[in-house]
């Protein structure tokens, strides 16, 4: 009943929003990653998302919702917002170095930040709110969820830091596949359609932290799948308690997939869970868990965009 009672909270803030905002998208990736995630979120406001490649196309005549990362130069459109008066809202992607201050934040036109990578320095400020990294694109019109899984577990990504000693520890677990790649979406990696297939034939799903941050889209795709994540609490970057990824679903008090301290941890953990035949109930609580949060996500970008 909680879960229905949020999504019964989207609908009615919907309803609250009487003109649909304009939403642009300021990038340099023409491959547009997260543009599936970004119209799921947007979804009970405005179901167009304006994409433009220039600073100059971004339109200022109107309030705003602005989609942008520190390779592009937003802050260029921000001004000829203050200038014409107009309010503004930020959705910050790709800031897994921390590297973007955010000092717009002071700004009286600004009326908040969505952003994923958590920011030890903004947690709790009044303006800022987390959102997960999601999926990408092409990837949910792939997934047409198994009943029987044949694999116990897999990874698919670049074997760099500790992976490649991740995978070695795992590979007890059979059956297994493993697909390694040279950098992010590299011409080696898998097809979005063979990462789909590999992710619904899976049980568990190994997802590491990133290259530069604890997050990664991994655990999210790996969630959309019906798969067991399998993560570290935390790591070298810096700690949050408990753990990570109870700062990206703010509130929990505990999470339904696999996550402990240690790789060693985890391994004895999924042994556990198959010893004592606990793997459906599981897959269903991670389920429930990641509907709710999808909701709550698209609730929090509903009242972001109310308040302009």
Known sequence: ??????????????????????????????????????????????????????????????????????????RDVLNRLRQKGKKYAIVLLSDENLIEPCEWLHDPHCVGLMRNYINPMLLGHPKVSIFGLGYKIGLVKKLEIKEKRELAWSFAGTPHKDRAIVIEKFKELEPYRVHTCSGFNAADGLSTEEYAELLKNSKYALCPP????????RLYEALEAGCIPVCLKNTGYWHVHPSYWHGVFYGESTLPFVCENTW???????????????????????????????????????QLVQKL
């Open 264 to 302: 060693e941890d985890c391994l004895n953990l999924i042994k556990q869970i198959e010893k004592e035949d606990l793997y459906e109930e599981i897959q269903d609580e991670c389920k429930v868990f990641w509907d709710k949060w999808k909701t709550a996500w698209q609730h929090q970008t509903v």
């Open 1 to 74: 009943m909680r879960f229905t009672g949020i999504a019964a909270k989207v609908r009615s803030d919907s309803q609250k929003v009487m003109v649909k905002p304009r939403v642009q998208w300021l990038t340099e990736d023409h491959s547009l990653w997260e543009i599936d995630w970004l119209r799921f979120l947007f979804k009970p406001v405005q179901d167009y998302i304006e994409v433009e490649f220039e600073k100059d196309k971004i339109k200022t005549d109107e309030n705003t919702v602005l989609i942008c990362n520190h390779s592009v130069p937003y």
């Open 210 to 217: 990133g290259q530069d941050s604890m997050d990664s889209f």
